[in-house]
Every structure is written in C-alpha cells, then in structure tokens.
C-alpha cells in the first residue's frame, strides 16, 4: 500500500478509466467542405448529432475537401473507423459510412448516383442522406437527425438558420452581405480566408458548443479578424476596378492578385442592376471561375439559368444559382477561356438587359 487515501485512489481509477475509455473509442473522421460556413456548420452539427445519438465515447477528426481538377477524393485518408462526408460531392468508397449533401450536382458520374440508389437500399439506407430542395446542408443534417434519430436541434437553431443564410444568400440586402456586421459574417470571412490547415478544425467544435459571437471571442479566431477586414475593403476596391456589366453580366479577372477568396457579394454591391456574375481568381491550389447570380435581381425565377449545369459542362457544379469550376493553377488560360464562353452564353440570355 502506498498509503494514498482510498478517495484519491478512486479518483485516479476514474480518471484512469475515462482515459482509456477515450483512447479506445470509435474513431470517427468528417469530411467536410473545406472554407465553407455550412461546410464548417454541417461538421460541427453532424459531430454533436452522433456525439449525443450514437456513440458518446466517439473521437472526432476533421479533414476538408475542396473542388480542384483531379481526383477530389484520396482512398488513403479514409481512416476512421467511421468515415462521414457531408456538404460535399458523393464518394462510392466502402470506406464511407455516413454522406449528407444537398448540392445539385452532388455525383461526379451517373455511376456515382446509381451507386447511391443502390446503397439506400443496403444496410446503409439510415447514413446517406441527399435533398437538393435544402439551402443549406446545415439544415438537412438538422432535420435528418431530428427525425430518423430523435436528435434536439433546438440548441443550434442559430446555427442552422445561419447556415440557411450564408449558403442561400438568403440577406435583406448586399450591404447587408457585404458590410460584414454580424457574427457569422465575420466567421464567414475568416473560414474562406484562413491559410492556417488547423485553423478550421479548431473553430468546428465550438460552432455547436457556444454562440457564433463567443466564437468570434477566441483569441484565435479574433486576431484573425484584423487584416482579413482590411484585405477585404481592399478586395472590394479591387473589383470596382476590374469589374464590367454588360447585358446583365458581371465579368472580371483578378487572378493576378494574391486573393485566397472574396465575398461573392461584391459584384452585386457595386452593379445592382446585373443579373450574373463571372469571376476569375487565383488561390495556391486552383484557378477558380465563379459563376453567380444577383439574389437581389428582379429577373424572373423562370427565366434564369440553370448555373450547375453550366459549370457541370467544364467539371465544375454547385447550385441552380450559384456554381464554380476549378482548374489547376497553371491552367489559367483554360480557365479564362471557359470564362469568356459562359460570359457569352449568359448575356446572350439577356439582349439588351
């Protein structure tokens, strides 16, 4: 005997045991998509959901994904004992156990889609979940959860309105989007514009365990916040520049600045009038054609352009009003060239807009 008090000796056997219990618990990694609000939202709320209905023991990583040319998806970082993919496109790997998606062109081929009906009539019909009537991917994690697996979201009801928000580009306004006042626009800005690879898997848990505004507190996340607003007033002048609306259409290249990102709400801002939007920019990975449409327009819903299917055309994708396409860094020339033709298609929709 060592003569420690036996209160202590419990003491130790408890903590000893919740230790162990830890180490030795289900693996889990979530894939999310990367500097994404509702890639970051749909991480942290699909963790919290299987924290509290299937396994409490559970340990959690983070690993994000971005739309680049190639391959978007790497066999070898499947290695959780559970493999989670949410807000982003659908793998066929055995490896993946849970998929939530809502985006349009969430399947890189038919072969991927008729893969997915045919899994939802396997054993993992209750773990893959696609609706593209969602805003946001936030949302149908929500609602998925709640309904199939009992699971509260009335705590992060802020979250998921958020969510709804950002991703459905659902403002009052584009100064609304562009002035950066709230919360989750600050937090916004920071998941689009951070180059630290740790950065977002450390926001991720706290998105479903405080406030958006106690998140903005964090030391980490609040030093942040100084130079991203600075660069993104700069960014703004910067499109004012280089941006030219014509026949509704928004076109500018800015690929020759070290921009990661920039708040797609700008062309708007400065162009109320345009109906779409087609941007060129460069970041340290890919060259990015974003192809948008006004949420403020006063065109019909009818009459525009379906814009995934668009983007689809040159391996890009996203949403009927939003899409992107990438191309690798060096491939700037392609990217213009696609640019120019989807400028051409789109003002041709609108003769004199």
Not at 46 to 75: T, W
Not at 182 to 201: C, N, V
Request: one cysteine or more.
């Amino acid at each position: 005997m060592t003569g420690e008090p036996l209160a202590a000796i419990l003491v130790t056997c408890h903590r000893n045991s919740i230790f162990s219990k830890r180490k030795s618990g289900l693996n889990v990694r979530i894939f999310y998509h990367d500097r994404c609000f509702d890639g970051a939202c749909s991480a942290s709320l699909f963790m919290r959901f299987h924290q509290e209905c299937m396994r409490p023991d559970a340990r959690y990583g983070f690993h994000g994904l971005v739309h680049r040319a190639g391959a978007l998806f790497c066999e070898r970082d499947f290695t959780g004992d559970e493999n989670a993919i949410v807000d982003f496109k659908y793998s066929a790997s055995p490896k993946v156990t849970w998929w939530c998606d809502h985006h349009l062109s969430a399947f890189l081929t038919p072969e991927d889609r008729e893969h997915y009906l045919c899994a939802r009539e396997g054993p993992r019909k209750e773990r893959l979940f696609y609706d593209a009537g969602y805003t946001s991917c936030t949302g149908l994690i929500g609602d998925v959860a709640r309904r199939h697996f009992g699971f509260n979201t009335e705590p992060y009801a802020e979250l998921i309105r958020w969510a709804n928000i950002v991703d459905g580009a659902l403002y009052e306004s584009p100064q609304a989007a562009v002035e950066m006042a709230e919360p989750a626009m600050k937090l916004t800005l920071a998941i689009e514009s951070s180059q630290d690879p740790e950065f977002i898997p450390r926001l991720i848990p706290l998105l479903t365990s405080m406030s958006l505004g106690e998140v903005l507190e964090q030391p980490f996340v609040a030093d942040l916040l100084p130079p991203l607003l600075e660069r993104h007033h700069r960014s703004v002048a910067l499109i004012r520049e280089r941006a030219q609306c014509s026949e509704g259409t928004i076109h500018f290249d800015i690929t020759d600045q070290p921009l990661e990102g920039y708040n797609k709400f700008i062309p708007y801002l400065l162009h109320p009038e345009a109906i779409y939007s087609v941007g060129l920019s460069k970041s340290s990975f890919r060259t990015k054609v974003a192809v948008g449409s006004n949420p403020w327009t006063k065109a019909r819903p009818e009459d525009m352009v379906n814009l995934a299917k668009i983007c689809e055309r040159y391996g890009g994708g996203g949403h009927a009003r939003v899409g992107a396409i990438s191309f690798p860094p060096e491939k700037a020339d392609q990217a213009r060239s696609a640019a120019a033709e989807i400028v051409e298609e789109l003002r041709a929709c609108n003769p004199g807009a």
